[in-house]
């Protein structure tokens, strides 16, 4: 079976950084786009950034575009959320998603992936 897990996730301080992980197993990892998305308490899930199957794209949301990077190691089965200067709003449970590699670039769209993880806790205190 499919299983995504993240790990990485901390109690951190405004303006550190940290990154993030997921291992996938069960699928051929190089075939599939990943994305990372995100869920603060009282909020919807949303899109962090998503890189293609092939790692030659990658996407951001506004809100951490500069602060954020998204790369990924095929040979390790694994994806990767670099972030850096950390705020306060980053505080949410970070997931991992996977989807079959696409000829046009969709990336954002909670619904077009297939695969999720349990996700991890990061939480930034001022």
């Known amino acids: 079976q499919v299983q995504l897990v993240e790990s990485g996730g901390e109690l951190v301080q405004a303006g550190d950084s940290l990154r993030l992980s997921c291992a996938a197993s069960?699928?051929?990892?190089?075939?599939?786009?990943m994305g990372w998305f995100r869920q603060a308490p009282g909020k919807e899930r949303e899109f962090v950034a998503a890189?293609?199957?092939?790692?030659?794209?990658?996407s951001y949301a506004d809100s951490v575009k500069g602060r954020f990077t998204i790369s990924r190691d095929n040979a390790k089965n694994t994806v990767y959320l670099q972030m850096s200067s950390l705020k306060r709003d980053d505080t949410a449970v970070y997931y991992c998603?996977?989807?079959?590699?696409?000829?046009?670039?969709?990336?954002?769209?909670?619904?077009?992936?297939?695969?999720w993880g349990q996700g991890t806790q990061v939480t930034v205190s001022s």
């Open positions: 998603a996977a989807r079959f590699r696409t000829t046009v670039w969709e990336y954002g769209s909670r619904s077009k992936y297939s695969y």
């Open positions: 069960g699928l051929t990892f190089s075939l599939h786009n």
């Open positions: 890189i293609s199957w092939s790692g030659s794209t990658t």
